[in-house]
């Protein structure tokens, strides 16, 4: 054994025998002594300077067993357990007070790390594929139509690819609006009931470009992205564990999606996702290659690159910008100031939810701070109880320092004891956070409480008591404040515990204006007419595989056959359907010219166009505002109709009557069908409740087929049964077809406001412990003073005192700080509100009104926790406060 | 040389109680504080109570080894025993001092020329 590992297991094992081989040693020392004594005997001398001479040869006796029990064991470690021991005895002693520090020390560390858990799937947990920082989302930007992240067209795709020298490999994936992944519903038959899946197109060079090799078999070959014939598909684990049961001998087999047969080329391994978890599988995206030359006005695939090595950033922007400006001279007429954005991979799918977590990871630091405030006065209270205790404890020559640590390791153990029930709370809401979540964060992110969320929550623990532990305990270990005699707070004391006050207010109003703006903006969101009536209609999406319904005219039969069947069913108002359902972050725009309007270099680029049947508009009850709505005559051998909302009415026909007017969806060189308005109804929101409504067009099913469709059902039955029987009436028309995203409009519309009230519901959570713990504070503060100051007030009461003096006194005298902190706060709040402005809706974040409605809602707060001490006060009587002394 | 008490270096001490325990066999505390001040002639005057520090520094490294035992005249006592691996360390430092006091005399020597 080394010799270091004998010295330290000899000092362990002495840690452990510390009583039993102190006495050890004391009976040596004995032994030691009285044969010295006996040396001295012998020698001649008397007994009494026999023992004197032994003492003098022996040495100091007392502090060489001392030193000889230090060098024996572990010091530090004796002297850490001994305060562990002693801090848990104090703890133990003073029960309530050590609930209330570790249940609010739990509030605010298990808030912290919830958020933390949040932010940490989504903007920090690395992706999982091969080297993430140098994945590059590349977009295309333009002025002219308002795009700076926008999804690329096929043909700029192929041509930054082939020309640029910074990438390794470029990849596409198709994409149909900037926020969803564009994975497609499809459905797989053949594995018992028709099982609606998500797929994603993608060029085969994906997985290559992503670093991540198939589980089993492989991915695809160039060949298969670019014939447009291939029919395999790649499964995600996921679903090759529920669909397959993970039999590896699915690969080359067939199965059949949406009627058509693929063969399973390969399985990709459990953590990988792409880029959202809600992918099932991917399909070549099966263009036909001369797509790849031509197509540059459709604009439908996220393009995904890496970086060469050694190639930053910025270079890779500076040659894609040049590229870019080659591609608008040879194209003129699709690339006119068309540009090109690079974004990190990962900070592109952060993109939008980042600034909300950002918000919310201050609001929750600012939370913390105040539990910190909060019980670094519960300790200086406490702490002047104690000046008795650690008086003693200092006479019995304990120094400063050996106080200091002892009151820090009280704080610790509150600390840790906090942490780790605020982690198990953070456990218990990891559900609740996730469910609240789930639409304000990115399908990629899965809400874990992995390492370095327990490294956080730890490192919380441990950081807490720097900010509420120390500076009580070196005020309080004060060798001046020791030796006064009674328990008056010293006035630094008193001092530390009114500017406490103050920072705890001035915190608990910035969280209080913010629940205010976000909670204002919510009622207003929630206030927002959406254009249509959401109430008792349910909505499915359904698609019919082009392989069984090759043509229009087959479709439009099924389609409106389905619709027909629900519409006759009992309890079934109406029902419609429609191409892009409003609020799924979703909608087909494209070129449009307005008669008499647009010119030959000015045309509308990003008309939002759907198309609808007849009984779409009655069934989400949209008003009609002028002219006609669809009938079932608008059929494709009849004149082009149109219905318009009311912006668009607005944007291009002002003031004049719009019924008549002209469009085309084309551009004004192209030689499409006049359109003729019929119709303008009310607008319906379509990006969001918090977005302005866009101009929007709408044609005739008949006119304009579109698949999939989501219908529309209105009915007077429960959303079960009105499921129940559009599966199957749909199954009666055709057995293979499967409904997709089936949901109440009304979830729709509430799911569209996920990230509002995410954000509302914790920041007004954390507003609401913000204000209970400053009003614990204040509260315990002002009831110390009185308590204090009981034989002064009952002289004053026994003097002739109105109470009512007595109550105003008090009351003013807990008010003080808090009318600094309120002011300081305000102050605070108001310069923070640049920061919360892009996540408000309909709310000034300057308006007097938040302010005013934060102050008197924390004035109140401050009040009540006033009032109870102050009434005590009123009632002290003299006599008993005399007798106290 | 004034005060022999503060110039006793640490592991001069060790070495004095190992090659102590070498020679005499198993002995207690004071039979080694004992020891080393007769051998010393008395030029060396210890606080005996130091030995001590000595004694639990080489236990710890595992240099000698320590028992309850009965002294010459009946009296319980703690005696010490060298082990095989002190015996070792006692080879290796005293080897190690003979070098350094032959280095030291020859230069002493040097210095008086």
Known sequence: MPVWLAVAWSRLRALVAARRLDDDFDREVSAHMEMLVDHHLRRGLPPDAARRAAALEFGGAMQIKERQHDRRGLPFVETTLQDIRYGLRALRRNPAYSVVAIATLAVGIGAGTAVFSVASAVLLRPLPYQDPARLVRVFETNPLR????????????????????????????????????????????????????????????????????????????????????????????????????????????????????????????????????????????????SVFVRNRRPHYLGVIARLKAGVGLERAQQEMNAIAGSLEKEHPDTNTKMGVRLERFHDSLAYTPRPALLMLS????????????????????????????????????????????????????????????????????????????????????????????????????????????????????????????????????????????????????????????????????????????????????????????????????????????????????????????????????????????STNTDWERELRHKSVTPGYFKTMNIRLIAGRLFVDGDRIDQPRVTVVNEALAQRYFRGEDPIGKRLKFARPQDNDAWVTVVGVVANEKQDGLDHAPAPQ???????????????????????????????????????DLAL???????????????????????????????????????????????????????????????????FTMVVGQGMRPVAVGAALGLAAALALTSVVRSLLFGVDPVDPGTYAAASVTLAIVALAACAIPAIRATRVDPLVALRDE | MTDTRSDILQGTLDLMVLQTLEAMGPLHGYGIARRIEQISEDALQLNQGTIYAALLRLQQRRWISAAWGTSDNNRKAKFYAITKSGRRQLGAQARNWERIAGVMMRVLKLAER
């Open chain 1, 146 to 289: 308002n795009w700076s992240r926008n999804i690329a067209s096929p043909a700029n795709y192929a041509d930054w690819r082939r020309r640029n020298t910074v990438f390794t490999d470029m990849a596409a994936y198709e994409q149909f609006n900037s926020l969803g992944s564009g994975a497609s519903e499809i459905f797989l038959t053949g594995q018992g009931e028709p099982q609606g899946l998500k797929s994603l197109g993608v060029t085969g060079n994906l997985f290559s470009v992503l670093g991540t090799p198939p589980l089993v078999g492989r991915t695809f070959t160039d060949e298969e992205t670019f014939d447009g014939k291939a029919r395999v598909v790649i499964l995600t684990y996921g679903l090759w564990q529920s669909a397959f049961a993970g039999d590896p001998g699915v690969v080359g087999r067939s199965i059949t999606l949406s009627g058509r047969t693929y063969d399973v080329v390969g399985v990709m391994p459990r953590d990988f996702f792409f880029p959202g978890r809600d992918v099932h599988l991917f399909v070549p995206v099966a263009y036909q290659p």
């Open chain 1, 740 to 806: 997709t995203s089936v949901a109440p409009m009304r979830n729709v519309v509430s799911e569209s406001m996920g990230d509002h009230r995410f954000r509302t519901v914790l920041v007004g959570a954390f507003a609401g412990v913000a204000l209970l713990l400053a009003a614990l504070g204040i509260y315990g503060v002002l009831a110390y003073f009185v308590s204090q100051r009981a034989r002064e007030l009952g002289i004053r009461l026994a003097l002739g005192a109105r109470p009512q003096a007595v």
């Open chain 1, 362 to 597: 201050g609001a929750v630091g600012v939370l913390f701070l105040i539990v910190c405030a909060n019980i670094a006065n519960l300790q200086l209270g406490r702490a002047t109880a104690r000046v008795r205790e650690l008086a003693i404890r200092q006479a019995l020559g304990a120094g400063r320092r050996r106080l200091v640590r002892q009151l820090v390791t009280e704080s610790l153990i509150l600390s840790l004891a906090g942490g780790a029930l605020g982690f198990a709370l953070a456990i218990f809401a990891r559900a609740a956070v996730q469910q609240l979540a789930a639409s304000a964060i990115p399908l990629f992110a899965e809400i874990r409480l992995d390492r370095p969320v327990m490294l956080f929550c730890v490192g919380l623990s441990l950081l807490a008591p720097l900010f509420f532990g120390v500076l009580p305990a070196l005020l309080s270990s004060k060798p001046e404040r020791l030796n006064e005699r009674g328990e008056v707070a010293s006035r630094d004391t008193r001092f530390l515990r009114g500017t406490l006050i103050a920072a705890e207010v001035a915190l608990s109003i910035v969280l209080v204006v913010g629940a205010v703006l976000f909670g204002r903006s919510f009622v207003q969101l929630q206030a927002v007419d959406p254009g249509f009536d959401q109430n008792r209609v349910i909505t499915f999406e359904l698609s019919l595989p082009a392989a069984r319904y090759p043509n229009s005219a087959d479709r439009l039969r099924a389609f409106e056959e389905i619709e027909r069947r629900l519409r006759e069913q009992p309890g079934v108002q109406s029902a419609g359907a429609v191409s892009t359902l409003a609020l799924r972050g979703y909608t087909w725009t494209g070129d449009a010219t307005i008669e008499g309007r």
């Open chain 1, 697 to 735: 067009a709408y044609s005739a099913i008949r006119q304009r087929m579109q698949n999939p469709l989501t219908y529309v059902v209105r009915s007077t039955l429960d959303d079960a049964s009105v499921a129940a029987l559009a599966r199957r009436e749909v199954q009666a028309v055709d057995r």
